[in-house]
T-cell receptor, first 122, second 114 residues
């Protein structure tokens, strides 16, 4: 089974330029996540999709960041314009969210991460 | 106070020893707990999940959860150099996180010396 695919793997741009990242989740996974990971830190959620709907975008800086998930499969994350502080790794993850409850589990929705896109803003 | 806290390390252990990684969380209502391993330059990979108090064993890995004390730990027995990585603790659910998103700690870097 193919994993989460992301492209590009690396991107170097100058500040104020736009940039876009693409993610193809694991086939059949209805939930898709975009995370930002700074060096030496854990991933932080930017946005979560359930199918086509963005159900949690509270941490997405909406003045410069946007995301879409057309048809509930692939997703793109865009930054326009990029700033120096946006340099980080952008991770996409997907899961198959199930209503099954087992021993307090909120659902069997293990998140599988893609390889990430390392963005450098100069 | 950070929602999920880990010692950043590095934690250095000799090959064959037990590595003990700890994590505390602030939201008492948290329900699901995960350990991810992340090699340098790679993406996080799930290695353990735990939902109930007590121990859960999987091969050389044991996760321990104590909800009353709000901590979760990961033990790695017979540590190998290939276990050298950053270990991320993640928590889901809770009073202040009812949307179910994963909240990660900053990770603990583990180095296993041959």
């Amino acid at each position: 089974e193919a994993g989460v695919v992301q492209s590009p793997r690396y991107k170097i741009i100058e500040k104020k330029q736009p940039v876009a990242f693409w993610c193809n989740p694991i086939s059949g996974h209805n939930t898709l996540y975009w995370y930002l990971q700074n060096l030496g830190q854990g991933p932080e959620l930017l946005i979560r999709y359930e199918n086509e709907e963005a159900v949690d975008d509270s941490q997405l800086p909406k003045d410069r960041f946007s995301a879409e998930r057309l048809k509930g499969v692939d997703s793109t994350l865009k930054i326009q314009p990029a700033e120096l502080g946006d340099s980080a790794v952008y991770l996409c993850a997907s899961s198959l969210r199930s209503p099954l409850r087992t021993s307090g589990d909120l659902g069997t929705d293990t998140q599988y991460f893609g390889p990430g896109t390392r963005l450098t803003v100069l | 106070q950070k929602e999920v806290e880990q010692n950043s390390g590095p934690l250095s252990v000799p090959e064959g020893a037990i590595a003990s990684l700890n994590c505390t969380y602030s939201d008492r209502g948290s329900q699901s707990f995960f350990w991810y391993r992340q090699y340098s330059g790679k993406s996080p990979e799930l290695i353990m999940s735990i939902y109930s108090n007590g121990d859960k064993e999987d091969g050389r890995f044991t996760a321990q959860l104590n909800k009353a004390s709000q901590y979760v730990s990961l033990l790695i027995r017979d540590s190998q150099p290939s276990d050298s990585a950053t270990y991320l603790c993640a928590v889901k659910g809770g009073i202040y996180n009812q949307g179910g998103k994963l909240i990660f700690g900053q990770g603990t870097e583990l180095s296993v010396k041959p």
